[in-house]
């Protein structure tokens, strides 16, 4: 039988050993994919997001509604790394998973006996993952790399907030969930290699590295230039008009990505004279000459509300889009068509976006308590043990 479309990573284990975001978020894309996701907690406390409230799902029972969006749809067992007989257990399950995903400082996953060497000595075809702030080798790889941290050490901080305002971080934690991305990414890449060879892999990815990664248009042009990238808002550095420009109820988000479609422009937001003048002509001339021309559309979109511009530069093909809240985009009727969320067990009206992109209208999730399916899990995969 050939592998549902819908579920590609259906019978593939994975035990995971993450908390906070980055890893979290790695194993949520690969159970939305279908995979069996066993999220091992520390006995008592579990994961740290469990307490991230409020708002709570159930604070009683230590489900936040952060680790709820990051946790459902995987079991949950507890497991001390440190406990002899625990570590046993560690080891025979391993022998019965395809991936173990872990996010400690790299001295504590050897530690705790998760170093790739060791696990591979058991179970020839694990793929492993290490997701850490700033690697396994390197003068930082022994630093603590939080997302804020990485924001500020790589450079992403310093170019996102108001072009005239403090440096600020990102409103998500978006090199946490790049990086859980680009994990899932190479978990995957890792794993076919695996169902072809019989030998797994070590998989490495930091939050640095991804940051490093995703300023690769700026930094390839500091490279060439010496110039140092700077803070825009919503604006863009190279493309002109491109961002947010103010209405007369709020902003609207347009702009102009090839010169073919700048005349269009300019009639829809009635201002025809500038598609006439020689120094808007091309986008390298409006890049040089944005300033005049920027101020001269935020003049004009400040005569309409935001529905007026929109309706007029939609029905063009062109781009553009009312600046909304998270609720509205939640709380659209076309969004929630679109099958992007999933329902939370036992909350009604909560949801949570799945992560893989498929139109989705099955059974709600449940969110795992702290341990909730240890007996299950053992039972499923090591019935010699749970028996005794």
């Given at each position: 039988m050939s592998p549902d479309p819908a579920c590609p990573l259906e019978g593939v284990r994975v035990l995971d050993f993450t908390r906070i975001l980055s890893g979290p978020y790695c194993s949520l894309l690969l159970s939305d994919l279908g995979a069996d996701v066993i999220k091992v907690e520390r006995p008592r406390v579990g994961d740290d997001t469990r307490h991230w409230g409020?708002?709570?799902?159930d604070e009683e029972a230590a489900v936040s509604t952060y680790f709820a969006a990051l946790n459902r749809g995987k079991r949950s067992i507890a497991l001390d790394l440190t406990d002899d007989d625990d570590r046993a257990t560690l080891d025979r399950l391993v022998e019965r998973v395809d991936v173990v995903i872990e996010n400690f400082r790299p001295e504590v996953a050897e530690q705790l006996g998760l170093a790739h060497e060791r696990l591979a000595g058991i179970n020839p075809a694990i793929v492993t993952c290490s997701v850490s702030g700033y690697g396994r080798t390197g003068p930082y790889a022994g630093l603590a790399g939080t997302e804020i941290v990485v924001e500020a050490m790589s450079g992403l901080m310093e170019v996102t907030g108001p072009a005239d305002g403090e440096p600020v971080r990102m409103g998500i934690a978006m090199v946490d969930i790049a990086t859980g991305l680009a994990a899932a990414t190479r978990i995957v890449a890792a794993l076919l290699h695996a169902r072809e060879s019989?030998?797994?892999?070590?998989?490495?990815?930091?939050?640095?590295?991804?940051?490093?990664?995703?300023?690769?248009t700026l930094v390839t042009s500091y490279s060439a230039t010496g110039d140092q990238p700077r803070r825009w808002g919503s604006h863009h550095p190279t493309i002109s008009p491109y961002g947010g420009f103010p209405c007369a109820d709020g902003h609207l988000i347009t702009g102009v990505i090839n010169d073919a479609r700048w005349s269009v422009f300019?009639?829809?937001?009635?201002l025809p004279d500038l598609a006439e003048r020689e120094q808007f002509a091309t986008n390298a001339l409006r890049v040089t000459h944005r300033e005049e021309l920027e101020s001269a559309i935020a003049a004009q979109t400040r005569t309409r509300p935001v529905e007026h511009w929109v309706g007029r530069l939609r029905r063009e093909g062109l781009l553009a889009a009312p600046i909304r809240t998270v609720g509205a985009a939640v709380d659209d009727a076309a969004t929630r068509q679109m099958g992007l969320f999933v329902e939370i067990d036992g909350h009604p009206g909560v949801v949570s976006p799945?992560?893989?992109?498929?139109?989705?209208?099955g059974a709600p999730q449940t969110v795992p308590r702290l341990g909730e399916h240890q007996q299950t899990v053992l039972a499923?995969?090591?019935p010699d043990v749970s028996a005794a």
């Open positions: 409020p708002p709570y799902l019989g030998v797994g892999a070590p998989v490495d990815v930091s939050l640095y590295a991804t940051a490093i990664g995703a300023l690769g300019c009639s829809v937001i009635e799945r992560l893989d992109g498929v139109a989705h209208d499923e995969l090591l």
